[in-house]
């Protein structure tokens, strides 16, 4: 779970956390958005010294480029506020569907579409909710917001995330243990 309070430090978690874990991200935000407050502040950032101070993050040049990027479209265009909208939120470096979804749903409370990582993905195959291939994300979110009511969109996200991470992980599935392998129909057959 990443530690963010305000929708901009949020923002700045989520790119972060790209090919990451949410407990490197953790590490590194905790010292950033003491020495960050304000989307002015990223966007005046020196890149090579927010470089390394993301570095360990992972693709570090490009995540940084992201972040002040977007920062200096909020100041510019929306008063120095991350918009609350999907439109305005896919105008931003480094923000596709995923990144948005996740700020609309736990920044804003807006259930505007089904957040798909790597585990929704995973997940959501084997329980045969979907049919897609890993690069077709926006149509797995499409499908899964198809099965769903938009109320319980951001929850499911939430559940789906938290079995892939604690039960039906990429490599060994404890099937055997599974709360739900009784409505799974790959049980035991990953
Ligand atoms: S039964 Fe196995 S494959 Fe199915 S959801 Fe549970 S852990 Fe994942």
């Known amino acids: 779970m990443l530690n963010r309070g305000d929708p901009l430090e949020l923002l700045v978690a989520t790119i972060l956390s790209a090919q990451c874990t949410d407990k490197r991200v953790n590490i590194v935000t905790s010292e ?9 502040d990223y966007a005046g950032a020196d890149p090579a010294e ?3 101070e993301i570095r360990s993050t992972g693709f570090f040049r490009n995540k940084a480029k992201n972040i002040i990027g977007a920062a200096t479209i909020i100041v510019e265009r929306f008063d120095g506020e991350v918009p609350d ?3 305005e939120l896919l105008s931003l470096p480094g923000v596709a569907r995923k990144t948005a979804n996740v700020v609309l749903a736990n920044a804003f409370g807006k259930n505007v579409g089904v957040v798909v990582d790597t585990h929704v993905m995973r997940v959501s195959k084997r329980l045969k909710l979907t049919s897609r291939e890993n690069n077709q994300g926006d149509k797995i ?7 769903l009511p938009r109320r319980e969109w951001a929850l499911f996200s939430h ?3 938290f079995h892939g991470r ?4 990429a490599r060994k599935p404890t099937c055997p243990i599974c709360p739900i392998n009784h409505l799974c129909p790959s049980a035991g057959k990953v």
């Open 32 to 40: 950033l958005f003491k020495k960050y407050r304000t989307a002015a």
């Open 50 to 52: 927010f470089q390394q």
């Open 166 to 169: 604690a039960c039906c992980r």
């Open 159 to 161: 559940l789906l995330i």
């Open 141 to 147: 979110e499409k499908d899964l917001s198809e099965l």
């Open 85 to 87: 909208n999907m439109d």
